[in-house]
């Protein structure tokens, strides 16, 4: 199925990268336990420095603003955040795959995540106390 799909979507890819950070990493960098604002404001210019060094990057500039632009995530954190997102009661494969969120449904649940406590986080029932601190 992938094969098939390829073609016709490499045709609307202007760019893509593979960052070699994620939540294991920044989470041994910064800490995951107790995570301020200001703990998260630096891991967000960390990984935002390393988007602004990936090669294919003046490709994107013209649609930044655009509906037309996308980031895609795939598995681990960012379905445990889709869960969160669609505040379900337990993780669910099939309400999570193929979700598209808006900007403002992003910086909200990113606003929610961050006044959170480890205990917080921990209670919710799309995280768990096993990601606590990746999330």
Same mark, same amino acid.
């Given at each position: 199925?992938?094969?098939?799909?390829?073609?016709?979507?490499?045709?609307?890819?202007?760019?893509?990268?593979?960052?070699?950070?994620?939540?294991?990493?920044?989470?041994? #960098?910064?800490? /995951?336990?107790?995570?301020? %604002?200001?703990?998260?404001?630096? +891991? *967000?210019?960390?990984?935002? @420095?390393?988007?602004?060094?990936?090669?294919?990057?003046?490709?994107?500039?013209?649609?930044?603003?655009?509906?037309?632009?996308?980031?895609?995530?795939?598995?681990?954190?960012?379905?445990?955040?889709?869960?969160?997102?669609?505040?379900?009661?337990?993780?669910?494969?099939? #309400?999570?795959? /193929?979700?598209?969120?808006? %900007?403002?449904?992003?910086?909200? +649940? *990113?606003?929610?995540?961050? @006044?959170?406590?480890?205990?917080?986080?921990?209670?919710?029932?799309?995280?768990?106390?096993?990601?606590?601190?990746?999330?």
């Amino acid at each position: 199925l992938a094969g098939r799909r390829s073609p016709r979507l490499a045709n609307h890819i202007v760019s893509w990268t593979s960052l070699p950070v994620g939540v294991v990493s920044l989470a041994e #960098r910064f800490g /995951g336990r107790t995570v301020t %604002r200001e703990i998260f404001a630096a +891991m *967000v210019d960390d990984v935002a @420095g390393r988007l602004a060094s990936f090669d294919g990057r003046d490709r994107l500039s013209h649609l930044k603003a655009s509906p037309n632009f996308h980031l895609l995530g795939t598995s681990g954190t960012v379905t445990t955040l889709a869960g969160v997102h669609l505040e379900l009661e337990r993780y669910d494969r099939r #309400r999570v795959d /193929g979700l598209w969120m808006d %900007r403002d449904s992003v910086d909200r +649940m *990113v606003e929610r995540l961050v @006044g959170w406590d480890f205990q917080q986080r921990c209670a919710n029932p799309c995280i768990g106390a096993d990601r606590a601190d990746l999330v």
